[in-house]
């Protein structure tokens, strides 16, 4: 049964007219992209972007990781005992502080950099953007996430 809206709906409600709706499906095509890519390999898309942060900067603590992927501890730590247990990477305490936890890519997180290399254009392609409208686009993108970081932590969110 369906129910009818007792008021007419505002336009500035209207699911369509949203643009957190408009980036979160975005986020979700994006994910579902790549999984011709990752699903072979036995990669998540959250996986890949752990690979992505390795491969600029291997040995990083769980906390360094967890800053750009705006991921915390708890949310990581299985997502990396999953990918340690599949061989991707190793973990082990930081010698200077053992209360850290350093995580590294084994031989396999390295060599599938070659075979991932592919991934951006193609999915530049799928989207039907450019290079110079992907980057335009992202930079949008991070300016709005900026932008809702600072008031959220102001407290105007």
């Known amino acids: 049964m ?10 500035q409600l209207r699911l369509d007219n949203q643009l957190c709706f408009a980036v979160y499906a975005a986020a979700h095509s994006f994910a579902q992209a790549y999984k011709p890519f990752l699903d072979p390999v036995g990669l998540t898309y959250p ?6 942060e390795l491969w600029e900067v291997d ?6 990781l967890g800053e750009p992927l705006f991921l915390d501890s708890g949310t990581l730590t299985p997502m990396l005992k999953r990918m340690e247990a599949a061989g991707w990477i190793v ?10 936890v350093r995580v590294t890519l084994t031989e396999k997180g390295r060599a599938f950099q070659k075979e991932a ?4 254009a193609a999915l530049m392609c799928a989207g039907g953007l450019d290079v110079a409208a992907v980057a335009a686009l992202r ?3 991070k300016r709005v996430a900026a932008n809702l970081r600072e008031a959220a932590k102001a407290g105007e969110a």
């Open 139 to 141: 930079g949008r993108l």
């Open 59 to 64: 040995g990083r603590t769980v906390k360094q």
């Open 91 to 100: 973990r082990r305490r930081d010698v200077q502080d053992e209360r850290a």
């Open 2 to 11: 369906t129910r009818k809206a007792s008021t007419p709906t505002p336009p």
């Open 117 to 120: 290399r592919r991934i951006p």
């Open 47 to 52: 996986q890949y972007l752990v690979l992505l």
